[in-house]
């Protein structure tokens, strides 16, 4: 069992960045490959960013690249989403997701995921 924490949220205005952080509860974080994911009022989840158990593997939304950045330290079991250069639309509710395939097969689907954090808002303003 996982149990995942999402904090550093907040209003931002456009152009701006924030870093969210995504704690694991447990000793296998190790054991997971991570995402992240967001949903906006009206619209589904959708997928943002993926990084294998090591680390060495990213894979981003193309909505997002280029101005997000995945990484995570195993030692603090802790997954981070740099954003930057944010734009009135990346406002959602962000989640992070934990899953023991360590692959890029099927990272944007929601089901491919066993544990999930409650979300941080994230509402940025033009």
């Known amino acids: 069992q996982v149990q995942l924490v999402e904090s550093g949220g907040g209003l931002v205005q456009a152009g701006g960045s924030l870093r969210l952080s995504c704690v694991a509860s447990?000793?296998?974080?190790?054991?997971?490959?991570m995402g992240w994911f967001r949903q906006a009022p009206g619209n589904e989840r959708e997928f943002v960013a993926f990084?294998?158990?090591?680390?060495?593997?990213?894979y981003y939304a193309g909505s997002v690249k280029d101005r997000f950045s995945i990484s995570r330290d195993n030692a603090k079991n802790t997954v981070y989403l740099q954003m930057n250069s944010l734009k009135p639309e990346d406002t959602a509710v962000y989640y992070c997701?934990?899953?023991?395939?360590?692959?890029?097969?099927?990272?944007?689907?929601?089901?491919?995921?066993?544990?999930w954090g409650q979300g941080t808002q994230v509402t940025v303003s033009s």
């Open positions: 997701a934990a899953r023991r395939l360590d692959t890029v097969v099927l990272v944007s689907q929601e089901r491919r995921y066993d544990y």
């Open positions: 447990g000793r296998t974080f190790s054991s997971y490959a």
């Open positions: 990084i294998s158990r090591s680390g060495g593997t990213t």
